[in-house]
């Protein structure tokens, strides 16, 4: 029997955004078997500095952590993103900044994760609807992700591989009841062949 926890921000709590349809947990509880479990700890708006509060909410008898967090970070920095620049270093050396903030406080929500002695994944931040240059920003933060999470031997989740179109959005930057379904195929697919912390990081689409 599993019992997986979600912990994040509103990639897994979305309800709000779904108008009345089912959120990424409901549809994951749909996806296991009747007698698994799914403990939904994340919370809309959270950054990667709260996630550490919902981390040692993990209950006993967990068997699975998944977390998604990052987006809200750069979300804080979009002022930031949106300065103007009259060379390609300078919209670099602006991109570095917002990296350098970013890189510790993710980093830390990674290193408490590996402490748990369970299967532990974090998610990429998926490219979203917010179009190309958005799109080419976010690599920048998505390489700090990987780097962090292969460095502590955690699994990785690329939602940039999960939800590429359109309709997996309900707005700019929240998942649809589309995009929150394929979230949850691979999150059971996750759930379902890892039974077991291993020591090298196993990547999932």
């Known amino acids: 029997m599993a019992h997986v926890v979600l912990c994040g921000d509103s990639i897994f709590d979305n309800a709000s955004y779904v108008d009345g349809g089912p959120d990424v947990a409901s549809q ?16 809309d708006g959270s950054i990667s500095l709260q996630v550490a509060d919902q981390l040692v909410q993990i209950p006993n008898d967990a068997t699975h952590v998944i977390v998604t967090t990052g987006g809200n970070d750069i979300l804080h920095n979009a002022a930031l993103l949106e300065q103007k620049t009259d ?3 300078g919209a670099m050396a602006v991109l570095m900044a917002a990296r350098a903030a970013f890189v510790p406080e993710h980093h830390g929500a990674v290193e408490l994760a590996a402490n748990i002695d369970l299967p532990v994944a974090f998610c990429t931040i998926y490219d979203a609807n917010m179009g190309p240059l958005i799109t080419t920003a976010l690599s920048i933060f998505n390489d700090a992700i990987t780097r962090h999470v292969h460095s502590a031997g955690l699994d990785l989740i690329d939602l ?3 939800c590429p179109e359109l309709g997996d959005y309900a707005n700019p930057i929240e ?12 999150l ?4 379902g062949e890892v039974n077991e912390r291993s020591e090298r990081t196993q990547v999932f689409i």
């Not at 509880?29 to 700890?41: F, I, M, S, W």
């Not at 998942?175 to 691979?186: N, R, V």
């Not at 059971?188 to 759930?191: L, P, S, T, V």
């Open 87 to 89: 060379s390609i270093a």
């Open 28 to 43: 994951l509880r749909a996806r296991l078997g009747p007698d698994d479990r799914v403990t939904l700890l994340a919370v």
């Open 175 to 186: 998942p649809s009841a589309q995009g929150g379904d394929k979230i949850a195929a691979t």
């Open 188 to 191: 059971a697919r996750y759930i």
């Open 160 to 162: 940039r591989l999960v």
